[in-house]
């Protein structure tokens, strides 16, 4: 029977009869063939020839002992040897372990780990167990319950995560300032979202501002134009003037609203606005009270009379304002407002808006106002009734009863708001509620100065020649 044996590659066959030619062949088994490629293709169960080999011992040329066990098996011990393929299609072998059948228990098979080199696209090609199939980019592996690790089903990543690669084993977040695209597989950066002068919205409210801005300063011209007419005399020059006035900066105040939101313009925008059109309320209500002192002051003996003169007017208009400017000072000073961007409360895109700093004292600006709205209205609807052909004071509650309207429908929806729609609301409430002032107070006297002039008498406007009524009036 012969013996086939792998010596530097090269197969040599060996009568099992002749002993020294089979002696000469095991003992020329060199270190490389012994230990890394030396192998017994097959033995026989022929017992003459196990008897032999269980009594051969010797040394090969490299000094290892060669020895057959009791089961005819050949008692050498391997190299563990790493390939390593370069891009250039050469390779290096690495020892990296050993197994040595010889050698005590624990010790017959060692593997140094850390000096193995692995091809990544060798890896990538290498035959997998899986009882699926691979999960794509935009899923997630979940191990199915009961059974082995390579058996998972494939999940898609939950809202606002994603994958990236082949069976990842959990989906990620996206870094701050960017979103997960349809397929979560990739993350997206976020759009800066404000109520800008290029969109739709933006640009709606900037021609609204922009015509009643120009309507205003167009009735102011047509009153100086009249200015000494009775219609104009009688409405105060003074206090006309500074309510043209506070309603043109009332229109112009929205502007601070739109457009990316920086920091003097977070810092202007609520102090200018309520200041500005605390004076526009202070003047409606200065002018209700000239009214009504001017009426009553036309009584014999009347107490009235006193009050009767300009600084009645420009002292109610002071003292408001001041007041209200003492609460912007206040605000600025604890908690002034800042831009900031909001990051979290939409998906794709990030909400530029400015933070009030204190929401009580932004509330407490808009309180104050609304409370001196109410007592113009309360006044004006009390002077609703006095003997005048043309009488202010139904124009003037009307014209309050609006401003309240709006306001108070306003704050509902500001707070159900966010981002660019929360600065729309409260842009519009300010073009409507400055322009019904403007519309109401305004329009039908300009309709008068310009349409009606037979209107436009003493006669007409006072209703009789009461010189005090007529002088608080003018005034």
């Known amino acids: ?201 933006g640009l709606v409210l900037t021609c609204l501002a922009f015509f009643l801005s120009i309507t205003t300063i167009v009735v102011m011209g047509t009153f100086i134009q009249y200015r000494h007419t009775p219609m104009v005399k009688a409405n105060n020059w003074n206090i006309t003037c500074a309510l043209l006035s506070s309603l ?38 200065a002018k209700t009270i000239t009214v009504i002192v001017a009426f009553m002051a036309t009584k014999p003996g009347h107490g009235m009379r006193r009050w009767v003169g300009k600084w009645l007017a420009g002292s109610v208009i002071m003292v408001s304002s001041l007041i209200q400017a003492g609460i912007c000072a206040v605000w600025l000073i604890t908690s002034p407002p800042f831009p900031e961007f909001d990051m979290h409360s939409e998906t794709d895109t990030i909400l530029v808006q400015c933070n009030e700093g204190s929401d009580l004292m932004f509330y407490l600006v808009l309180g104050y106002m609304g409370l001196l709205a109410i007592l113009s209205f309360l006044v004006a609807f009390f002077a609703r009734k006095l003997p005048d052909t043309f009488n202010e004071a139904k124009l003037i509650a009307f014209s309050m009863l609006m401003f309240c309207s709006v306001w108070v429908s306003f704050l509902p929806s500001y707070m159900s708001t966010k981002g660019k729609y929360m600065v729309a609301v409260e842009v519009f409430s300010i073009l409507v509620s400055s322009g019904g002032l403007l519309g109401i107070i305004f329009l039908p006297k300009c309709y008068v100065l310009l349409l009606r002039p037979d209107l436009n008498t003493k006669e007409q406007i006072v209703g009789n020649k009461d010189s005090v009524r007529q002088e608080a009036l003018a005034e």
């Open 1 to 201: 029977m012969d013996l086939l044996f792998m010596s530097r590659g090269q197969p040599l066959n060996y009568n099992c009869g002749k002993k020294a030619k089979l002696l000469a062949a095991i003992g020329g088994l060199t270190s490389e063939n012994s230990r890394q490629m030396a192998t017994i293709f097959s033995i026989y169960n022929i017992p003459q020839l196990h008897l032999f080999l269980r009594n051969i011992r010797l040394n090969n040329s490299a000094g290892e002992e060669i020895f057959f066990n009791e089961k005819g098996d050949l008692e050498a011990g391997y190299d563990i040897i790493n390939f390593v393929r370069f891009p250039n299609e050469s390779f290096q072998t690495i020892r990296v372990g050993s197994v040595n059948p010889a050698a005590p228990v624990g010790q017959r098979f060692v593997l140094n780990g850390s000096a193995i080199t692995w091809n990544e696209k060798f890896n990538q090609s290498l035959p997998r167990s899986t009882c699926v199939e691979s999960c794509h980019p935009g899923e997630s592996m979940s191990v199915q319950v009961g059974k082995q690790v390579c058996c998972y089903d494939c999940v898609a990543c939950p809202k606002g995560r994603i994958s990236i690669q082949m069976d990842a084993e959990q989906c990620k977040e996206c870094p701050e300032g960017q979103y997960p695209n349809k397929n979560q597989d990739r993350c997206i950066p976020k759009a800066l979202s404000f109520l800008s002068y290029e969109e739709p919205l």
């Open 248 to 285: 043109f900066l009332c229109f112009l105040c929205s502007f601070f609203f739109i457009g990316q939101p920086g920091t003097l313009t977070c810092l202007l925008r609520q102090m200018v606005f309520g200041i500005v059109f605390c004076v526009s309320v202070a003047c409606v209500l």
